[in-house]
């Protein structure tokens, strides 16, 4: 698990890049960034909020580990922290060397060491990349003598992180643990691919996470428009149920405990191939579930049904069965509408 709450920067860097197929050259700053404690506190709002650690990565290169350019900076970093002002023009340049489209955008990079960050219950040193291209207008107030003054300045929004890296200085390696974040989308490819040159990490926290993302999607995509929102929730509540009790995975048992209807089975078994074929590689059969995976999958679960007419209905079943025992979902010819039928036996306080 992740934890970037406690986190401090011991070192700073602040270059700007350029666009190389626009011949902007990029701006190297001579020393490190002074961190006020004021400016420190916005930092690491700046830089630590967006990640979530809900997705590892690792360096790779197809010729070896120590040929990956930002690996082998990161390395030196750990191993000489007061090396992080040169390794960052380092890394300043490599990042300019692969901004040769037209459409990446030039912008600042941020170079820190980070000390005490929580990853698995583990405070360890990290080294974060970071980069802001986009700019906001913020309104600046300032008293007069005639009264209040305000001006339009351009400068970047503390709330919006662009792209960004952190490093952490565990299971070097193998190209150490990496979590990493491209907030428009757009440039994946320019940004995990040739500049970091990261894969995501196969382990147990990536199998748990992409069995239950099959099943969200098989929920979302074949059961809602056949049997409405009621059965997408109560799918998912007997899944999470499952993950949570058991220690692994093996995907004929989830079958039996959890799909079990064989209209579902069927449905679940064709859809599984057109997921895989979608994603391009195959969801794992057999794993030990990771917690941390499932408590993530867990706060984003919503066992609402929301209503148009501001009805709220929330569905606290672990099974499909007990669901469908107390809810049914129809349609009435003369209102227009769908409805819920709900079976109770009393109201309770």
């Not at 994946?188 to 999607?217: G, I």
């Not at 079958?255 to 979608?278: C, G, M, N, P, S």
Request: aromatic letters at 12%; glycine letters at 6%; proline letters at 2%.
């Amino acid at each position: 698990m992740l934890d970037l709450s406690e986190a401090v920067i011991s070192r700073l860097a602040i270059h700007r890049v350029g666009n190389k197929a626009q011949d902007e050259d990029p701006i190297i700053s001579a020393k490190l960034a002074d961190v006020t404690p004021e400016l420190e506190a916005a930092l690491l709002t700046f830089f630590m909020k967006p990640f979530k650690g809900d997705a590892y990565y690792k360096f790779t290169h197809p010729s070896g580990l120590d040929l990956n350019e930002v690996y082998t900076y990161a390395k030196s970093m750990f191993m000489d922290e007061g090396s992080t002002h040169l390794q960052s023009i380092n890394i300043l340049k490599h990042l300019h060397h692969n901004s040769s489209h037209p459409n990446i955008k030039s912008g600042e990079v941020y170079v820190a060491y980070l000390r005490n960050c929580m990853l698995d219950d583990e405070p360890l040193d990290a080294v974060g990349i970071f980069k802001s291209e986009n700019k906001d207008t913020f309104l600046a107030f300032h008293n007069e003598r005639d009264g209040l003054e305000v001006d339009a300045l351009m400068g970047v929004n503390i709330k919006k992180l662009d792209k960004g890296c952190i490093i952490f200085n565990t299971e070097d390696e193998t190209g150490y643990r990496v979590v990493t974040l491209d907030a428009s989308g757009k440039d994946t490819v320019y940004w995990m691919d040739d500049f970091l040159q990261v894969v995501e990490d196969s382990d147990e926290n990536f199998y748990t996470r992409d069995a239950l993302n099959l099943c969200n999607a098989f929920a979302k995509d074949m059961l809602t428009p056949q049997h409405g929102k009621k059965d997408e929730v109560l799918f998912m509540k007997s899944t999470l149920d499952y993950f949570s009790k058991a220690e692994s995975f093996e995907m004929g048992e989830f079958a039996e405990h959890v799909i079990k209807d064989e209209e579902y089975t069927k449905a679940f078994t064709t859809y599984l191939d057109t997921y895989e074929t979608r994603i391009g590689r195959k969801i794992e059969n057999d794993f030990g579930i990771s917690k941390p995976a499932l408590n993530s999958a867990k706060k984003k679960f919503k066992d609402l049904i929301k209503l148009d007419t501001n009805i709220h209905i929330k569905l606290n079943f672990d099974n499909l069965e007990s669901g469908r025992r107390f809810i049914e979902r129809g349609y009435d010819e003369g209102t227009q509408m769908s409805y819920y039928k709900v079976y109770f036996n009393e109201e309770l306080e």
